[in-house]
């Protein structure tokens, strides 16, 4: 547990928990880093209060009396309902049942949010709201990680391509977006919610494949040339393959080399879509991949930055 979150369970149980004499859910979820236990000394200069969220049953309208400052830090209490939280973060309510259009639209950022952090007393059924959105369900995992393999199949000759008409600098931005790409894809491997992008290569080092495939992936960053840097991400794709065939997702898939259209650029290749399309079975998380592999909302995050607006994308699907 982080040191941000341990002040928080303290500030809850040593003082709140005291004020509060009706049933109740009290935790640290959403926004900062404390929730997600990346805090440091770093974390303490903006917005790392000693915080509780209180949630207490529709109707009540409770009022707390708790000192200003706790422990040498700003104490700050906020009081909600489950399902009145839950809409004003996710559009989301915990009443009703998940769709398929629902996991599409929830940003993956804000589902770290919610199912991380910590609850420190339920009586009303928090965390078993944090459950339900606890990972993506089967089919959606797949078809997710089929739009993250399709993002890398078509862009890999491309790192060639650019070099090989001396564009340097665009044969990078391509690597290191196709490095982010298997990034992406390794989280969703683990099953493991990707945070935003200031946290995203801290929880990357933490997945279990990190160690490993990593130092993989910082060679293709700091290659100069594009022959380097196409040879660095055939051995970061081979890794990423072969961490999918570890798990047994799917039937084996066989790793090759291809040259694209007959061109000279060497790109590592398995059919890993194809043996993932095999394994869906809901009718509708086939259909939406029938139309063309997009992916989650967080592709489109910056056209629909706030959670009102994921009715816009749902309607939509």
């Avoid at 509780?52 to 009396?65: C, K």
């Avoid at 989280?187 to 929880?203: I, N, V």
């Avoid at 066989?254 to 059919?271: A, I, Q, S």
């Amino acid at each position: 547990m982080g040191a941000g979150l341990e002040l928080c369970r303290r500030f809850y149980d040593d003082v709140v928990r005291q004020a509060i004499d009706l049933p109740h859910s009290a935790a640290l979820l959403g926004r900062g880093s404390e929730v997600l236990g990346y805090d440091d000394e770093m974390s303490t200069d903006h917005n790392c209060e000693a915080r509780a969220l209180v949630f207490v049953p529709e109707g009540v309208d409770l009022h707390l009396q708790v000192p200003q400052t706790f422990e040498g830090r700003t104490a700050l209490v906020e009081v909600h309902t489950i399902r009145r939280y839950f809409l004003d973060q996710l559009t989301f309510d915990p009443d009703a049942e998940l769709t398929i259009r629902d996991w599409l639209t929830f940003p993956e950022s804000i589902l770290l949010q919610m199912t991380t952090g910590g609850v420190f007393h339920d009586d009303l059924g928090l965390q078993a709201v944090r459950d339900r959105l606890a990972y993506y369900p089967d089919d959606v995992w797949r078809y997710l990680m089929i739009t993250a393999w399709w993002r890398v199949h078509p862009e890999m000759n491309l790192v060639g391509r650019s070099g090989y008409v001396g564009d340097e600098l665009g044969s990078a931005v391509i690597g290191s977006q196709l490095v982010w790409n298997l990034m992406r894809l390794c989280f969703l491997l683990e099953r493991q919610y990707a945070p935003y992008s200031k946290w995203f290569g801290t929880a990357f080092s933490r997945l279990s494949c990190g160690p490993s495939i990593g130092p993989l992936l910082r060679t293709v960053l700091q290659t100069s040339s594009w022959q380097e840097r196409e040879e660095a991400l055939g051995a970061a794709y081979r890794a990423v393959g072969e961490l999918h065939n570890r798990l047994g997702i799917t039937e084996p898939v066989e790793l090759g080399v291809e040259h694209l259209v007959g061109r000279p650029f060497k790109v590592v290749w398995g059919d890993f879509i194809g043996a993932l399309w095999d394994g869906i079975r809901d009718p509708e998380v086939r259909q939406v991949a029938e139309r063309w592999p997009v992916g989650g909302i967080d592709e489109i995050r910056n056209l629909l930055w706030k959670a009102r607006d994921r009715r816009q994308a749902v309607d939509s699907l």
